[in-house]
Structure formats: structure tokens, C-alpha cells
């Protein structure tokens, strides 16, 4: 099939497409579009960059549009979830020029925006419901909108709503919706412990893998370099000079380390700008305006934008840091080489961070090319004298180790030390126990707080830090690394 209009949608939906610039079908919409649209659920897997949101958006439109019904007040006809908040925002964008001329409502709910405003938005019944799991749960709690009347339920990027990090919240909401709907669930990676448990949210469903879970676009030029933790930033400073006015997006591990490399680079002369947990909505979506309309050339973000932005001009991605989890790897890169164009990746490899790189080597099931540096045989090897294992030095340095103890480097973090873990990423308290005088769990979550408390516990009352971990001392609050 080349033609929308084969795969069984309404010719108005395909007419709006016409202004989008699509006008074949790529291959995960052409296996998902009719088994949407014959009322199956569907597991669809495929590269980033290959038109997901589509493919469930469209048959899904295309259904409700058919059906005269409209909402009642606070009810919702259809609900996609998805991890972060920019995400939600550029799936409702898409779904607004696929439903043009339908009369269908379409309302986001997301943190960090008016929750006043967004109950209005729901009393008048929606159609379609794109939202973050925290704010949704807050919303439902308000009794500000029902789920009863919800006869389709759409995970995107599912690997991650089907972690640890959203589980729970996931398990409260599916609580709500009727057993008899329909579901969707798209992702680009999928690990097999994920399997089982998506199979507990689909009936019958039909897989549509277009690509194996984990493969990256062939356009995509990948490599790693080899360098110490201390000259990541000037190795990072040479790459960016040496492409002036292309669009480089870098990743970093942590909030304060996002921030902090961004002001590094605006010292030094580059146009950039950041994302992450510590800003606001509105402070997230002008960095991106910004970065889309090419008013910043280097946004440096973490993993926050690692899942769904659509930005064709992004011509570089930069691994600053390596992530935790491997996954995220092809969903980081996965940013460039978008609508048919080409991309280049690079990986930033200091010596502590070998171990992640051989998971990354893994998923992909590929070495990296080596663009610059010599591959260490473990991790243990090419730290410099004096200096502890993690530690950086140079223009980022910091006397402290990743996880922020001196010395020591930790033990790897569990897969959901990535996700972030505030209201608006569906993360709870955690630890706290019974022990005396800990401070008491936030919306974030405080670890420990007590000699009863998680496992950054200890004696209580201190003042909490943004790291956990440490086997005793201060009760400190659960890192929200968004």
C-alpha cells in the first residue's frame, strides 16, 4: 500500500495530511492503521522518527469522527498517556491537524500548568485526552473528570510507561477505565521483561514490529569517543565549532550538570539553552520554540527530551554523559535523522563509564565506531592519578563522584533511577519507615528520614540534599532526574 486512503482512512484525513507534507504511509502505519480501524489491540514497535504518532492518531480520530456520540461533561471518550510533558504537548499538536474539520475536542493535561484550568477544560467533556500520569491522578482525585466512558487507551512510548517509575500510577488509572476498551500500545524499544506486563493491558493483540526492538535509523552515523570525564566539555566545545549553525542536541545525566554545562557553553560564546526537571513549563517550552525556530543552536537537556521531540533541523546529538539505562540510548539519538534526513551521534566515554557502554553495545547489538580516544579494557582503567574513579577535573569538575559521595564510585542504579519521579512523571514517595525525626515524604518522595527509613536513611531532622544514596547520615530526598 502507498496511499492513506487504502489503508481505510476517511478521505478528509488524508486531505489534512496533504498540509503536513505526508503522503505515503510509512510501515508501522501501514501495519497499525487497519488493525486500529477493525477494533484490534495492537503492540506496535518501530524505529524513532517512523510516524507512530499517526499511526494511532489518525484510525483513532478516524473512528470517533464517525460516531456522532459527543462527550458529557467530565467524561472522556479516548486516552493517550505519555511520560513527559513535552511529549504530550507535540502529540496534541499533531492530533490537531488530523482531527481539523472533525468538531472532536482534544485537551492536555500536564504539570506545571493550571490546574484550575485544565478542570474547566475537562467539565465540558473531551474526545480526546493526552496527559502525564501524575497530572491526570491529581485531576482524578479532584473528581475533575471519569474515566467510565473511556473506550480507548494509547501508551506511547510504552517501555517507559510500563516502567517502575509509572507503573503504579498506570495500575491506578487502568483501575478506572472499563474492562472492555480498546488499546494501543507503541514504543520504539521494548525489553522482554516489558512484554509480560503489556500483556496484561492488551487482549488479543496484534504485534506490528516493523523494526527489532532497539535498532536505530540507518542515517544515523554513530560513533564514541574516548575521553576522560574532566575533558568532555572542551572535546564537546571542538565538535560544536566544527559544525557552526547546525542543531546539536546534548544530552546530560543530571539537572544540575544540564544547567551547569549550559552556562559552560554560554561563556564560551554558543548560542544555548537548557531543559530539564528544575524548569518550569513555560521555561521548557520557550527553550524549545527557541531551539525549533533556530534562535538556539545547543539545547542541553536530560533525558526529559529524550523521548518524542520532533525536530527535523537536529543534525547532532551529543552523549555528554552516558545514560543508566541502555534503552534510552536509542531513544536520545533517536532525535536526529528524522523525516528522511540524515544525523550524526557521538558518545562521550570517560573510563567509569564503560559499563554502560557495553550495555548500549548490547541493545544495539553493534560495536561503536571509535571516532577519537582508546577504548579502555574495564572500567578501572585510564583514570588518572590521584583522581578517584568518576571523578571529573577540568572546566566541569567537581569534587564529588556521580552520585555525589566522595571517593566511591556507586553501584549501577536500577533501571528506574532514569525516570523521573515527581507528580507530573507518576512517582510517589518511597522510604521514610518509622524511624524519628525524618523530614516527611513530598511529592517527590524523601528517601530514608530515620533509622527506620529507605536506604538513605539514618538518623533524621537533617536538612535533605539532592542526592540519595549513603549508608547512614542525613535523610535526603529521592533524586527526581527528569
Request: glycine fraction near 14%.
Amino acid at each position: 500500500m502507498t496511499d492513506f486512503t487504502a489503508l481505510g482512512l476517511d478521505p478528509k484525513r488524508v486531505a489534512a495530511l496533504a498540509t503536513t507534507g505526508l503522503t505515503a504511509p510509512t510501515p508501522i502505519q501501514v501495519g497499525a492503521i487497519p488493525a486500529v480501524l477493525a477494533g484490534r489491540d495492537v503492540l506496535g514497535i518501530a524505529q524513532t522518527g517512523t510516524g507512530k504518532t499517526a499511526a494511532f492518531g489518525l484510525p483513532l480520530i478516524h473512528i470517533l469522527a464517525s460516531d456522532d456520540r459527543r462527550p458529557e461533561p467530565r467524561r472522556v471518550r479516548s486516552l493517550i498517556m505519555a511520560p513527559t510533558r513535552e511529549l504530550v504537548n507535540q502529540i496534541a499538536a499533531n492530533l490537531e491537524i488530523y482531527r481539523a474539520g472533525t468538531g472532536l475536542r482534544v485537551v492536555t493535561v500536564v504539570g506545571g500548568a493550571s490546574i484550575n484550568r485544565q478542570t474547566g477544560a475537562l467539565a465540558r467533556g473531551t474526545d480526546i485526552l493526552v496527559a502525564t500520569p501524575g497530572r491526570l491522578l491529581d485531576l482524578l482525585e479532584r473528581r475533575a473528570l471519569t474515566l467510565e466512558q473511556t473506550g480507548f487507551l494509547v501508551l506511547d512510548e510504552a517501555d517507559q510507561m510500563l516502567d517502575i517509575g509509572f507503573i503504579h500510577a498506570l495500575r491506578k488509572i487502568a483501575r478506572l477505565l472499563p474492562a472492555k476498551r480498546q488499546t494501543m500500545l507503541f514504543s520504539a524499544t521494548m525489553p522482554k521483561d516489558m512484554n509480560e506486563i503489556a500483556n496484561a493491558y492488551l487482549t488479543d493483540p496484534l504485534r506490528v514490529e516493523v523494526a527489532p526492538p532497539g535498532q536505530v535509523a540507518d542515517r544515523i552515523e554513530q560513533s564514541v569517543h574516548y575521553v576522560s570525564q574532566g575533558d568532555k566539555a572542551k572535546l564537546l566545545e571542538t565538535y560544536l565549532k566544527g559544525h557552526p549553525g547546525e542543531l546539536a542536541l546534548v544530552f546530560s545525566r543530571t539537572k544540575h550538570g544540564a544547567e551547569k554545562l549550559m552556562k559552560l557553553l554560554d561563556s564560551w560564546g554558543f548560542s544555548a539553552a537548557s531543559i530539564h526537571g528544575n524548569k518550569s513549563q513555560g521555561q521548557r517550552e520557550r527553550a524549545l520554540k527557541a531551539f525549533r525556530d533556530g534562535e538556539v543552536e545547543v539545547l542541553v537537556a536530560t533525558d526529559v527530551a529524550a523521548r518524542g521531540i520532533d525536530i527535523p533541523a537536529v543534525r547532532h546529538v551529543y552523549n555528554y554523559d552516558l545514560p543508566n539505562v541502555a534503552e534510552n540510548y536509542v531513544h536520545r539519538i533517536g532525535r536526529t535523522a528524522r523525516a528522511g534526513k540524515a544525523g550524526r551521534a557521538v558518545a562521550f566515554c570517560a573510563p567509569a563509564e564503560i559499563d554502560e557502554l557495553r550495555d548500549i553495545e548490547k541493545v544495539l547489538k553493534q560495536r561503536l565506531e571509535t571516532a577519537g580516544g582508546e577504548r579502555p579494557a574495564d572500567s578501572a582503567k585510564g583514570i588518572k592519578p590521584n583522581q578517584r574513579q568518576g571523578q571529573r577535573t577540568g572546566p566541569m569538575a567537581s569534587n564529588r563522584t556521580r552520585d555525589g559521595a566522595q571517593g566511591k564510585r556507586p553501584a549501577r542504579p536500577a533501571k528506574d533511577a532514569v525516570v523521573a519521579r515527581d507528580r507530573d512523571h507518576g512517582g510517589g514517595a518511597k522510604g521514610g519507615g518509622n524511624g524519628g525525626g525524618g523530614r516527611p515524604a513530598f511529592k517527590g518522595g524523601y528517601k530514608g528520614g530515620g533509622a527506620g527509613g529507605g536506604a538513605g536513611g539514618g538518623a533524621g531532622g537533617a536538612k535533605p540534599r539532592r542526592r540519595s544514596g549513603g549508608g547512614g547520615g542525613q535523610g535526603r530526598p529521592r533524586a527526581a532526574v527528569a
